[in-house]
């Protein structure tokens, strides 16, 4: 309960001391410094002159960006008595429940070294490093013996972690709430129903267009042309605007397909600056030199998941380049300094490696590859993405887009508006949630089609949150509601859910929201 | 705001009572309400800047002084500071339950100056918890402020302050920088104004004399 007025001093000084010293603030001095030739620049009014300048050559934009980029990924400035750990997840069982997961992950992952007699990093051989290098892009015709590997985890794994999550101090010897006992989430996190939710996705309203519906070819040409147009050519004033906070609102209704990539890049401002290149080139280089007992994870996951679907098979290429760079990323562990949750890590020999990647996890890069074809482009969207979205989604946190509010979420909505469903389902011995958390896990990648999964996916960056995944979760078993009433089996549940690839995602969402009665 | 080296008031705090309902001891449920009473030091009231907590699974809290005005002679009053503040958004979920806070004197609605106890109200009427209070409560004393700090003062106070390091007789850093940005802004000139004049050697009848060299 601080006063508002200091709450912002130390907000406006925090950012200040993370962008000072940044490649961004070394631009703009130089910039700064070369208008002083400019003739309309003078000595008297120089700080405005100077001002002025920046503002219409586009840098005070940048600057601009820059700034709501660090108000998205930074957290709230508190008193002094809250300790670092306590901003990245304030509730202490919570804390405690991470830290254990990741140190059961790591485990298994130093047991499977042992096991297999594989060093969890060693050097290339100079031979080797040649020949990656000139393989560089078609590591997907490589064809290594991944038989003796097995994923570190796989997101039921990680479930039953959730499942089994208790509050000490929570009090469950008593029936004080039937409902806690319907579900599989036994934690009290603060999740919205329907009443708040059709609030805050307001844009997502019956009477409001979106995109992806209502520049379908099935409404008359005439109103088609003129409200596609519109939104065509407010999203190309956006992007010239080169404006993050635009882009983002903008984003809520769907980008147009042309468009997309640039918006997202503008959302997360994720530029492709020289030094971002430079990055990437390190961490390739990182690559080539040593092999980790990780990568060998990324290749069969790779093999296993994104190579075997219909869509994404033709990325394989791409995934390598972008996975192998991730798991050595150690900019990636900076982040997380400050910001909740840290992902299972580790130190290997001398080499930190920032994420084990579990089975399925390639799945959060495939669909990025269809926007954008430059390695080193789709490598810093997609950082960007893991450190803001998905890597909440295999956390132990209580962050409202964490995966437990999500599954927590999904079991609320059904419960309160499909109960029918819901016992029916109890009834035939089956969780609604064991069926819908692979959906979530993935942010529903791989199971829908790509072209629906971007427009799902342009809400989550237009809302800053993963809720609406949990919101489709639910939004899809009502669509389904009449078929999963027949069923009497957990294999003929799973049937009914197992297609989704025809579904579009934001007419269930829409009436799910907006037309469920109350 | 409380510069960081102000140190907390040293107090004893009391076991926090909870009130139960009913007669006997074993007839008694949780009435969801807890008192924590924190003595001052005997004889040293103080006036109170801020308060702060780390919160642990109470919903409301009301704060209560007792203060007895040094002029006068009449005995000690007990008056309301702040009345159920919400540290929960909702009692039943976890939202707000472990978290730390802090009550300005700014944010109560009296005067917090010669407090001699401060009395805790805790309610937490959410079934869902087998307990609850607050812990780590520290009060600070109010100092009297700077009368010439402005808030300009502030946000400077708040950013960082290079610090200089200890220059051993070596020239400042700050005239040595302005001193190669003139340097650099004579080489920019004379970058743009090059001219395709040769420059003449600076020798006299075909020798080089250090001592004829002139800078112009």
Not at chain 1, 120 to 149: C, I, V, Y
Not at chain 2, 34 to 59: H, Q, R, S, W
Request: with cysteine; net charge negative.
């Amino acid at each position: 309960m601080m006063d508002e007025g200091i709450e912002l001093s130390l907000t406006i000084a925090q950012i200040i001391q993370r962008l000072r010293g940044s490649h961004l603030h070394s631009q703009i001095e130089r910039q700064a410094k070369e208008c002083l030739h400019q003739p309309d620049v003078k000595l008297e009014s120089l700080k405005e002159d100077v001002r002025s300048f920046l503002k219409t050559s586009g840098w005070e934009r940048k600057l601009q960006n820059a700034v709501y980029r660090e108000l998205h990924i930074q957290l709230p400035p508190r008193h002094p008595p809250a300790p670092p750990e306590h901003l990245k997840e304030p509730l202490a069982y919570m804390r405690k429940a991470q830290a254990s997961w990741e140190k059961r992950v790591l485990k298994s992952l130093n047991s499977m070294s042992t096991e297999l007699g594989v060093p969890l990093a060693h050097m290339r051989p100079a031979a080797e490093q040649k020949e990656l290098t000139n393989k560089w892009n078609e590591m997907g015709t490589d064809e290594p013996d991944l038989s003796r590997f097995r994923p570190v985890y796989a997101p039921k794994d990680f479930l039953e972690v959730l499942i089994g999550l208790r509050n000490p101090n929570h009090d469950s010897s008593e029936d004080i709430s039937a409902r806690s006992h319907w579900g599989l989430i036994q934690v009290p996190l603060n999740v919205r129903d329907i009443p708040h939710l059709r609030e805050a996705y307001s844009e997502l309203n019956l009477t409001s267009g979106q995109m992806g519906i209502d520049d379908h070819a099935l409404i008359h040409p005439a109103v088609l042309c003129t409200h596609s147009l519109f939104c065509l050519h407010l999203s190309c004033v956006v992007v010239m605007e080169e404006d993050s906070a635009a882009a983002q609102q903008y984003s809520r209704q769907g980008c147009p397909t042309g468009l997309r990539a640039d918006l997202w890049a503008l959302i997360l401002n994720a530029t492709n600056q020289p030094q971002d290149v430079m990055h990437y080139e390190q961490l390739k280089a990182g690559v080539i030199q040593h092999n980790l007992l990780v990568d060998n994870l990324i290749y069969k996951d790779v093999k296993l998941t994104a190579s075997n679907d219909d869509y994404y098979f033709v990325f394989e290429d791409f995934l390598y380049q972008v996975l192998l760079c991730f798991s050595r990323d150690t900019a990636v562990l900076e982040h997380f300094k400050y910001n909740s949750a840290t992902p299972p890590k580790s130190y290997i020999q001398g080499e930190i490696i920032s994420v084990i990647p579990f089975h399925g996890f390639s799945m959060y890069v495939a669909p990025l590859c269809f926007l954008y074809n430059e390695p080193s482009k789709l490598y810093n969207v997609f950082r960007e993405m893991y450190i803001r979205y998905f890597f909440r989604l295999h956390s132990i946190s209580s962050h409202p887009s964490g995966i437990l509010s999500l599954c927590l979420q999904f079991e609320r909505l059904l419960q309160t508006h499909l109960p029918q469903l819901f016992y029916h389902l109890r009834q035939i011995g089956v969780q609604p949630l064991r069926l819908a958390f692979k959906w979530m896990v993935r942010a529903f990648s791989g199971y829908l089609s790509t072209d629906q999964l971007l427009l799902l996916w342009d809400r989550i960056l237009g809302y800053d949150s993963l809720e609406v995944v949990a919101v489709l979760a639910a939004a899809v078993f009502a669509f389904r509601a009449e078929n999963l009433m027949e069923v009497t089996s957990l294999a003929s549940a799973e049937a009914v859910l197992a297609d989704l690839s025809t579904l579009k995602v934001m007419p269930l969402i829409q009436v799910f929201l907006f037309a469920t009665a109350m | 705001m409380t510069p960081d080296d102000t140190k907390p008031v040293n107090f004893t705090v009391k076991a926090p009572v909870y009130l139960q309902i009913g007669d006997t001891k074993a007839d008694t449920a949780h009435s969801g309400v807890c008192v924590v009473d924190v003595n001052l030091p005997f004889g040293k009231p103080v006036n109170i800047e801020e308060v702060t907590f780390k919160n642990y699974y109470t919903a409301y809290v009301t704060v209560r002084l007792l203060r007895r005005n040094p002029e006068q002679e009449a005995p000690a009053k007990w008056c309301t500071a702040l009345r159920d503040l919400p540290l929960m958004d909702n009692p039943h979920t976890e939202r707000g339950s472990q978290d730390y806070y802090t009550i300005h004197r700014t944010q109560m609605q009296v005067e917090p100056d010669h407090v001699v106890c401060v009395r805790l109200i805790l309610r937490q009427p959410s079934l869902a918890w087998l307990t609850f209070s607050l812990e780590d409560i520290k009060i600070f004393p109010h100092t009297e402020p700077d009368p010439e700090k402005e808030v300009s003062d502030w946000l400077s106070d708040l950013t960082l302050i290079d610090q200089h390091p200890d220059l051993e007789g070596l020239p400042d850093p700050q005239t040595v920088s302005s001193s190669i940005q003139q340097m650099w802004a004579l080489t920019e000139v004379m970058q743009t104004n090059q001219t395709t004049a040769s420059i003449g050697r600076f020798d006299v009848d075909g020798c080089y004399d250090i001592s004829l060299l002139s800078l112009t």
